[in-house]
């Protein structure tokens, strides 16, 4: 007697029915490009654009010295908006040809993005030179100075890791809008901070209003960094590693420090073409330099470890085994 077939599940290597039949698999359908981030370039040049406009009212017409002076002091704020704009820019580039299917190659990729950038740092440059009421060789100086700042930042815009850098220009966005309203409310925090009227006391309010600036700023970029950072991360559902967030975070401290580079080769030019001795305006620059600087390193550590823990509350609690 013959018994009964038994039905059993077609074996593991048993090709699928389409694939018997010749017909190809269906391919694995890829990761969705991001959409260009259209918004934070329009908000990064809107930014340096108000950044040109406030420092254009400063500027007194015949008085060159004093307007080198202020040029230098300006200076820096212009730089860091030029190479974040650049970053901006540039990857709202990158990120349409993505989107629209025409990914380039590297080197390609890495032109359009210096594009990018010094078509920002080129608005710049433009403001620069008609405004600021300063010789035609100061002119220059900041034309040049701002200009490459954008390209460099637009050579950063080019990386592959986007919402990376994107999180990082958000980031930055909000340090230097932090810095804009503590200067603008400069008396009532020197006052807060103990200032009693003395050149001893002004110093030691300033130290202490910009240590606070600092870890305020740090503290907001990472913060910032990390939740852009996440939200991006699961819209393209590839969750980044831990060394990301502490890039990310401590991404405005480094693009305000690529900044600080440019602003120390351009402001002691600009003061060495003044017409009279500008010994006390040099030292106060020095001394402008070291605070930025340390703000940078704030910023940096400050905006890093704070991403880091920001994350770290995010991953699931270890608990014992019950046994």
């Not at 981030?37 to 950044?51: E, G, Y």
């Not at 050149?199 to 130290?207: F, H, L, T, W």
């Not at 080769?265 to 003044?274: D, H, K, T, V, Y």
């Amino acid at each position: 007697m013959t018994e009964p077939a038994i039905a059993t599940s077609e074996p593991v290597d048993t090709p699928a029915p389409a694939q018997r039949r010749g017909t190809p698999a269906t391919p694995t359908p890829a990761v969705p490009v991001a959409p260009a981030p259209t918004w934070l370039a329009f908000s990064a040049l809107a930014w340096l654009l108000l950044s040109l406009l406030v420092n254009r009212t400063a500027f007194t017409p015949g008085s060159t010295d004093f307007n080198l002076a202020l040029a230098a002091v300006a200076l820096p704020g212009l730089v860091q908006a030029s190479l974040v704009a650049g970053v901006a820019v540039s990857l709202f580039t990158t990120g349409w040809l993505d989107a629209h299917g025409k990914a380039p190659s590297t080197g390609v990729r890495f032109a359009a993005g210096i594009g990018a950038g010094l078509f920002a740092g080129a608005v710049a440059t433009s403001a620069a030179l008609l405004v600021f009421g300063v010789p035609a060789g100061a002119g220059g100086v900041l034309a040049l100075t701002v200009g490459l700042a954008g390209a460099l930042g637009g050579a950063l815009g080019a990386w592959s890791n986007r919402p990376l850098l994107r999180a990082g220009v958000i980031a930055a966005l909000s340090v230097m809008v932090l810095a804009f309203v503590a200067h603008r409310f400069a008396d009532p925090l020197l006052r807060l901070f103990g200032d009693d009227g003395t050149p001893a006391g002004r110093y030691a309010a300033n130290g202490w209003v910009a240590f606070t600036l600092s870890l305020v700023s740090g503290i907001t970029a990472g913060l910032l960094a990390f939740w852009r950072l996440r939200a991006l991360s699961r819209q393209a559902g590839q969750p980044p590693r831990w060394p990301v967030y502490l890039l990310a975070g401590g991404a405005a401290g480094l693009m305000l420090a690529i900044a600080e580079l440019f602003t120390r080769l351009g402001a002691p030019w600009l003061l060495s073409m003044a017409s009279t001795d500008v010994t006390g305006d040099q030292l106060f620059e020095n001394m402008a330099a070291d605070s930025r600087l340390n703000t940078c390193l704030v910023v940096f550590f400050v905006g890093a470890i704070t991403a880091m823990v920001a994350y770290g509350r995010t991953l699931p609690k270890v608990t014992a085994d019950a046994n």
